[in-house]
């Protein structure tokens, strides 16, 4: 069973960094999405979770972004150590969110689609997801 294992989150004030990790293995697509997704602290019911598509990789090593996060956020990978990271700089107040990082196939869909909208777990149809990683920014 895959599990994808996110680190590096913590509290910071606004204007600093951070770099998020996301450690797995074991994926077996063709074909692949990977991204970072944000949901705010509000507690949801299970299943009814909204998150945010924020950053993508797919397998050729195209990204994309969500507008609200575009020239601050930068995502990576390095398929050696079979992580995927999320420089995040610049950090603002509404940028506090539980980041999750995910892995779904490429087959059929471009992986640009899965940033900028607010979307259910279900709606990204991404097969793995990580437990996710605070994030905390004070003004």
């Known amino acids: 069973q895959v599990q994808p294992v996110e680190s590096g989150g913590g509290s910071v004030q606004a204007g600093g960094s951070l770099k998020l990790s996301c450690a797995a293995s074991g994926y077996v697509y063709s074909r692949i999405c990977l991204g970072w997704f944000r949901q705010g602290l509000r507690i949801e019911r299970e299943g009814n979770e909204v998150r945010e598509g924020v950053a993508v990789i797919d397998d050729d090593g195209k990204t994309d972004y969500a507008n609200s996060v575009k020239g601050r956020f930068t995502i990576s990978q390095d398929n050696a150590k079979k992580t995927l990271y999320l420089q995040i700089d610049s950090l603002k107040p509404e940028d506090t969110a539980i980041y999750y990082c995910?892995?779904?196939?490429?087959?059929?869909?471009?992986?640009?689609?899965?940033?900028?909208?607010?979307?259910?777990?279900?709606?990204?149809?991404?097969?793995?997801w990580g437990k996710g990683t605070l994030v905390n920014v004070s003004s």
């Open positions: 995910a892995a779904g196939p490429r087959e059929g869909r471009i992986c640009s689609t899965l940033v900028g909208g607010n979307r259910t777990v279900w709606d990204y149809g991404m097969d793995y």
